[in-house]
């Protein structure tokens, strides 16, 4: 069974940093791209990252360019989200999928405040 | 970047009605290479992860009832529901992933009458 379950989500101060973690088992995680989605509190689906399978390319939303980085360690089935400079419209909650299948983590929850 | 336009906001039915879905992007999404448009519909209820319903436009993943049905190539694409059932009552979502950044569309929320 495909299982995505994403991690390190917390209350930030803006202008902080934080590193998400979603964690991969019932597939050959190495094998695929992997994304990073997430969705505002009562608003629509916002694509940010993709990561190829091996971490050759990888490609972001305008509107997190340059502050957030998607990596990936294939020996632990993990992929990451490290948000820098986070400002108030970073809040949301964080999925990971794997859009092949169509299987999505559930979520984990950044609340960017002072 | 290619937007994706997706009507209505809010969709109210009954049960056993069917309702349309309809999403435009702004660019074509039929791959010249494959002849395949790389359209995909999601649902997500309240709580809960998006669920993948339609994929190409219109393949229908595995275990979705044939009532969800997938159309459309180039620009114009559909999600149409037969016989809406109350657990149908999600919001539903276009995402084009043809090229990057890949774009939803901004939801549709189908509702009870």
């Known amino acids: 069974e495909v299982q995505l379950v994403e991690s390190g989500g917390g209350l930030v101060k803006p202008g902080s940093s934080l590193k998400l973690s979603c964690v991969a088992s019932g597939f050959t995680f190495s094998s695929y791209g992997m994304h990073w989605i997430r969705q505002a509190p009562k608003k629509g689906l916002e694509w940010i990252a993709l990561?190829?399978?091996?971490?050759?390319?990888?490609y972001y939303a305008d509107s997190v360019k340059g502050r957030f980085t998607i990596s990936r360690d294939n020996s632990k089935n993990t992929l990451y989200l490290e948000m820098n400079s986070l400002r108030s419209e970073d809040t949301a909650m964080y999925y990971c999928?794997?859009?092949?299948?169509?299987?999505w983590g559930q979520g984990v929850m950044v609340t960017v405040s002072s | 970047d290619i937007v994706m336009t997706q009507s209505p906001f809010s969709l109210a039915v009954s049960e056993g009605e069917m309702v349309t879905i309809n999403c435009k992007s702004s660019?074509?999404?039929?791959?010249?290479?494959?002849?395949?448009?790389?359209l995909a519909w999601y649902q997500q209820k309240p709580g809960q992860s998006p669920k993948l319903l339609i994929y190409y436009a219109s393949t229908r993943q595995s275990g979705v009832p044939d009532r969800f049905i997938g159309s459309g190539s180039g620009t114009d694409f559909t999600l149409t529901i037969s016989d809406v059932q109350a657990e149908d009552l999600a919001d539903y979502y276009c995402l084009q992933h043809y090229s990057y950044p890949y774009t939803f569309g901004a939801g549709t929320k189908l509702e009870l009458k």
């Open positions: 660019q074509s999404l039929l791959s010249s290479g494959n002849q395949k448009n790389y």
């Open positions: 999928a794997k859009f092949w299948g169509g299987y």
């Open positions: 990561i190829y399978y091996d971490s050759s390319n990888k």
